[in-house]
């Protein structure tokens, strides 16, 4: 015969493993419906140009990871033009699938803006589904098989992109003056899957006010190089700035070598200023953000 005070244990216990099961169902939901929606402008000043120089307004946009209906992630990026850039830094991992329609119409407005560009191997490869837990271990794509990846309309995105002026930087460098300010460039490939291209001639900069490094994910190799070549500024993403943070602890990870408490945001590195964006997206396989919404950044320039 079961005792009433059996029966009172296990009611509570019953009574408790259903509200945890509640909280973790309203925390999925969150993380994937609503979190998801939630954009931010990261709002940063630096000063860096020669006296007497106008500010200058960088847009910084990476992850963007767009796939089929995502309209609300469209509408956001079409918006940014209101923040009138005078310059957009994208660092890749536009696709989210083979949606190169979806994603020019999403940067339609700010092709009309000055822009500078690198890709990531979402530009390169579709996303499959594999093991989330993967994430935190795995730091590279180097000796991945691709072979079951779909391949992405990486030069269409890149024509698309260069026939309304914006320029591209892996494992190049450029030259761009923007409101009679002059800012040398340097990019590197995606060293996630080692397409960083480093050498003893790059990156190099030209002679300019300011010189900017770009990339996709900031390993602490392609930073380096950066700073031996005399970079004053670098903009990457890649890391989704952990994408599932630990409330008052930060992203468990980052995705390549980079200390998981620098995963997002501005923060010193050797002489420079580096910018890591947590980005707009997430894989179609991992569809959620928790405590890290998705962002873009606005750096004004200023001079010193």
């Not at 847009?59 to 850039?85: G, K, M, T, Y």
Request: proline letters at 7%; charged letters at 20%; glycine letters at 10%.
């Amino acid at each position: 015969m079961v005792s009433a005070r059996t029966l009172r244990t296990t009611g509570r216990t019953a009574g408790i493993l259903a509200g945890i099961g509640l909280v973790g169902a309203a925390g999925l939901a969150y993380s994937a419906i609503v979190e998801p929606r939630l954009f931010r402008i990261r709002r940063q000043r630096l000063a860096l140009l020669p006296p007497g120089s106008a500010p200058l307004r960088i847009l910084h946009v990476s992850d963007l990871h767009l796939a089929e209906n995502q309209e609300f992630r469209s509408r956001f990026v079409r918006s940014l033009i209101d923040l009138e850039p005078d310059l957009v830094v994208n660092t890749g991992d536009n696709f989210g699938g083979d949606t190169l329609p979806l994603v020019l119409d999403a940067f339609a407005p700010l092709l009309d803006v000055p822009g500078v560009f690198v890709f990531g191997s979402n530009d390169v490869w579709g996303p499959t589904r594999k093991n989330p837990a993967r994430y935190l271990t795995r730091r590279t794509t180097h000796g991945e098989d691709k072979s079951k990846h779909p391949t992405l309309p990486t030069k269409d995105l890149k024509q698309a992109f260069e026939a309304r002026g914006w320029t591209y930087l892996d494992n190049r460098s450029a030259t761009l003056t923007v409101g009679g300010t002059t800012l040398a460039f340097a990019g590197l490939g995606d060293a996630h899957m080692d397409a960083d291209r480093i050498t003893e001639t790059h990156p190099s900069f030209a002679e300019a006010d300011v010189r900017i490094g770009v990339t996709h994910a900031p390993y602490s190799r392609t930073l380096e190089a950066f700073d031996r070549a005399g970079a004053q500024l670098v903009f990457a993403g890649h890391t989704h700035g952990g994408q599932i943070r630990v409330p008052f602890w930060g992203a468990p990870v980052t995705n390549c070598d980079l200390d998981r408490t620098r995963a997002r945001g501005m923060f010193p590195y050797r002489r420079m200023r580096i910018n890591v964006s947590a980005g707009l997206g997430y894989s179609p396989y991992s569809p959620v953000r928790f405590s890290c919404p998705p962002e873009v950044t606005l750096l004004t320039v200023v001079a010193q």
